[in-house]
T-cell receptor
Framework: AQSVTQLDSQVPVFEEAPVELRCNYSSSVSVYLFWYVQYPNQGLQLLLKYLSGSTLVKGINGFEAEFNKSQTSFHLRKPSVHISDTAEYFC??????????FGIGTKLQVIP | GAGVSQTPSNKVTEKGKYVELRCDPISGHTALYWYRQSLGQGPEFLIY????????DSGLPNDRFFAVRPEGSVSTLKIQRTERGDSAVYLC??????????????FGEGSRLTVL
């Protein structure tokens, strides 16, 4: 079985400050990892993905994430957040099964 | 539009009633997923279609839930004898053949179901 754990349900951060949203995964096979974002009143959309190759992946809107196999982590980072980054962020994994498993989400609240 | 379309966007029903939720995927996408998102939770997998057939229905919670995709495009999620615990946002997602293997899904905005 595969699973993801998002350690923080809510993260408040001031505008222009850096942010890290944490994600740890569990799987008995090789995995692909993702971050999805859900803006208020919108559907989920893919932010970035790790399939193979470089462990540092860059996504839309200045976000990046680093795959760390030894720590089974895939933390999401942004060096300077904007008000428009206020949203809920979901870490997700796909392993040996053809279904994507999501974490419970982290609500990022950017404070002016 | 070119995205995944879900109808209705909101549905309020009474306990015991039958409900149908519709998903119209992106044209040409052969893989279609249904997820359920309860308050404060992440999306929970229900069922996955590849073409017309259900490739994996292991997430359906019980036999009150059923989904079809008769022509390999539009899908309908059917819930019989609804219960208050069925209240949630039901999400549909689609992807191209092969793309689903790498988890790159395109989601609709969801259908919010409230069972009174």
């Amino acid at each position: 079985a595969q699973s993801v754990t998002q350690l923080d349900s809510q993260v408040p951060v001031f505008e222009e400050a850096p942010v890290e949203l944490r994600c740890n995964y569990s799987s008995s096979v090789s995995v692909y990892l993702f971050w999805y974002v859900q803006y208020p009143n919108q559907g989920l959309q893919l932010l970035l993905k790790y399939l193979s190759g470089s462990t540092l992946v860059k996504g839309i809107n200045g976000f990046e994430a680093e795959f760390n196999k030894s720590q089974t982590s895939f933390h999401l980072r942004k060096p300077s957040v904007h008000i428009s980054d206020t949203a809920e962020y979901f870490c997700a994994v796909i392993g040996g099964y053809q279904k994507v498993t999501f974490g419970i989400g982290t609500k990022l609240q950017v404070i002016p | 539009g070119a995205g995944v379309s879900q109808t209705p966007s909101n549905k309020v029903t009474e306990k015991g009633k039958y409900v149908e939720l519709r998903c119209d995927p992106i044209s040409g996408h052969t893989a279609l997923y249904w997820y359920r998102q309860s308050l404060g939770q992440g999306p929970e997998f229900l069922i996955y279609f590849q073409g017309t057939g259900a490739a994996d229905d292991s997430g359906l919670p019980n036999d009150r839930f059923f989904a079809v995709r008769p022509e390999g495009s539009v899908s309908t999620l059917k819930i019989q004898r609804t219960e208050r615990g069925d209240s949630a946002v039901y999400l549909c997602a689609s992807s191209r053949l092969g793309q689903h293997l790498t988890g790159e899904l395109f989601f609709g905005e969801g259908s919010r179901l409230t069972v009174l």
